[in-house]
Structures are given as C-alpha cells and as structure tokens.
Nanobody, 120 residues
Framework: QVQLMESGGGLVQPGGSLRLSCAAS????????MGWYRQAPGKQRELVAT???????NYADSVKGRFTISRDNGKNTVYLQMNSLKLEDTAVYYC??????????????WGQGTQVTVSS
C-alpha cells in the first residue's frame, strides 16, 4: 500500500500564491506519473497538472502560465506552485500517482484532498 499526505492548502486572496506538497510513503517500488486534480463544489473532478518521471509536464489550459508542477523523486514528493490565484481556483485539490509494483503492475493512488480557497 502507498499513502499520500498532502499539505499546503489554505485561504488566500486573489492574486496570491500557495504551494501544495504531496509526499508518498509506504511500500513504494516505483512511481510513474504524478499529478494534481481538483474538484470545486457542484463540479466534476478535473485535471490540473501532471508530471512524468522524466519531468515532462502537462497542464490544464485554465492554469497554464500560473501553476507549476514539480517533483522530487528522491523524496517521492510532488509539488504544485500556484501563483496569480483566481476565485475560480477555489476547490479541493487531490494528489494522484501511478505506482508500479515489483511485478510491474500499476495502480493509481489518491490523496485525501486539501482545500484551497481564494477569496477577498
């Protein structure tokens, strides 16, 4: 089993910044893609950003140029730097990763979510 621990959410004013972190622990063999998703009230969960083991990134159009995803493979941690935050960025943010075990089977894991609220 792999556990994900998220941190860094909170309340911020429009135009402000936050940095989310997500550390994986447990029976880790190999972590492939890591990413962040978010879910606003009354809406479906949506992709925010993903990053591969090699560092290739993918962003939702709504966050391009404002958010930056990164990872520290030695610490099994993924980060999301969020700048120029907007009211519409308010959501619960979830960490997500693809874990590969020693039998080369993959399984997806989710964090418990961290609330980000952008409000004046």
């Amino acid at each position: 089993q792999v556990q994900l621990m998220e941190s860094g959410g909170g309340l911020v004013q429009p135009g402000g910044s936050l940095r989310l972190s997500c550390a994986a622990s447990g029976s880790i063999f190999s972590i492939d893609r890591m990413g962040w998703y978010r879910q606003a009230p009354g809406k479906q969960r949506e992709l925010v950003a993903t990053i591969t083991t090699g560092g290739s990134t993918n962003y939702a159009d709504s966050v391009k140029g404002r958010f930056t995803i990164s990872r520290d493979n030695g610490k099994n941690t993924v980060y999301l730097q969020m700048n120029s935050l907007k009211l519409e960025d308010t959501a619960v943010y979830y960490c997500n990763l693809d874990h590969r075990d020693r039998f080369w089977s993959t399984r997806q894991y989710w964090g418990q979510g961290t609330q980000v609220t952008v409000s004046s």
